[in-house]
């Protein structure tokens, strides 16, 4: 189906039943109270925009209604938590599909005002919000480093690493919180530092500190399986900079190791059910 066919077909399908929801939302919700209408409405059109991303990737209609459904925030009367959470919403699915649409300034913008939004709710509450904002910020990070905007992903990714680093050090309660987003944000530094920014050393703090986090992770009996895969990747990772600066010798026992790893992965846990057909 074309884009246009795929645009058309929606237009039908959601049209006429766009305009009814929105007429019954108008209908019962009181004249006194205009904040609920714009709620259920932004809702609404979210909502539908998303069925026209996954139903046939009609990124036209649901850039469209996205923007409507900004728009429609835009317009409450009030700083409510949950409208403020909606934008949030509606601008990370904006700036999904323009990348998607390799709209790189679009989805740039689109990102900093993500990235506003959510910096001022962890301004209010840090222990809720501000793991967010430290996500956002590796995923505006992961846009600089696609288009070769280095130095910028390099801040990114150091920012968001101190964010959730200041996350992971004042939550006393679970080291599994925090700690992935932690090595993950050290892989991420990692690769920039040896493929783009040419500092190995700074590579090589990265990535040792990325497995010693994984390491700590997998410790955990009942956690391990869930880090199997992020230790797997940052030995893996960890053995290419040898390899590329020259110490194979350093590098092969990490790949032996992660090839372990990555077939304890493939095991069946104890409480998997056996395939179809497999012999009891």
């Avoid at 956690?223 to 194979?248: F, I, P, V, W």
Wanted: with cysteine; charged share 30%; aromatic share 8%.
């Amino acid at each position: 189906m074309t884009k246009d066919n795929a645009r058309q077909r929606h237009l039908e399908q959601f049209g006429e039943k766009f305009e009814r929801v929105e007429d019954f939302i108008a209908a019962t919700t009181s004249r006194k109270r205009p904040n609920t209408y714009l709620y259920r409405l932004a809702i609404h059109q979210y909502e539908t925009a998303r069925m026209c991303w996954f139903d046939g990737e009609d990124t036209e209609s649901a850039e469209e209604l996205l923007l409507a459904a900004l728009a429609t925030c835009d317009r409450y009367k009030d700083r409510r938590r949950q409208i403020r959470l909606l934008r949030i919403d509606l601008l990370e699915a904006l700036a999904f599909i323009y990348n998607h649409l390799e709209r790189f300034e679009d989805s740039e913008k689109t990102i900093l005002s993500q990235l506003a939004a959510e910096r001022a709710l962890a301004a209010e509450n840090a222990e809720a919000y501000a793991a967010n904002a430290a996500l956002t910020l590796w995923r505006l990070g992961n846009l600089y480093a696609y288009v070769h905007r280095d130095k910028e992903a390099e801040k990114a990714y150091l920012e968001a690493l101190g964010t959730i680093e200041q996350r992971r050090r004042s939550d006393n309660e679970d080291i599994y919180r925090y700690s992935p987003a932690t090595a993950q944000c050290h892989r991420s530094l990692g690769s920039l530092y040896l493929a783009r920014l040419n500092d190995p050393d700074a590579a090589l703090r990265h990535y040792s500190e990325a497995v010693r986090i994984s390491e700590e992770l997998c410790e955990n009996e009942h956690e391990r399986y869930n880090h199997l895969r992020g230790l797997a990747e940052s030995l893996r990772l960890l053995a290419d900079l040898y390899e590329r600066t020259g110490q194979k010798e350093s590098a092969q026992p990490l790949v032996k190791r992660a090839k372990m790893l990555e077939a304890e992965i493939e095991m069946p846990l104890p409480f998997d059910m056996p395939a179809e057909g497999a012999e009891s």
